[in-house]
């Protein structure tokens, strides 16, 4: 094998490397936007139940 192949090989395999890297990072961004969404749905959820049954969400119950 010439020198030449072998580094194109080299560096070749250091761009699969750096774009797999890319995509976990994409990956993790993605996951955390989607934890954030569904924070978000969950507290609309238990605002729109609290409105329902006519229960504030946040009550002051000290008497």
């Known amino acids: 094998m010439d020198g030449s192949?072998?580094?194109?090989?080299t560096v070749q395999n250091v761009q699969i490397d750096a774009m797999k890297?890319?995509?976990?990072?994409?990956?993790?961004q993605v996951l955390k936007i989607l934890e954030?969404?569904?924070?978000?749905?969950?507290?609309?959820?238990?605002?729109?139940t609290a409105q329902k049954i006519g229960m504030g969400t946040q009550l002051n119950i000290r008497g």
Do not use: C, E, M, W
């Open 36 to 48: 954030g969404a569904d924070q978000q749905v969950q507290q609309q959820q238990q605002q729109t």
């Open 5 to 9: 192949v072998s580094s194109a090989s």
């Open 21 to 28: 890297k890319a995509q976990d990072v994409q990956a993790q």
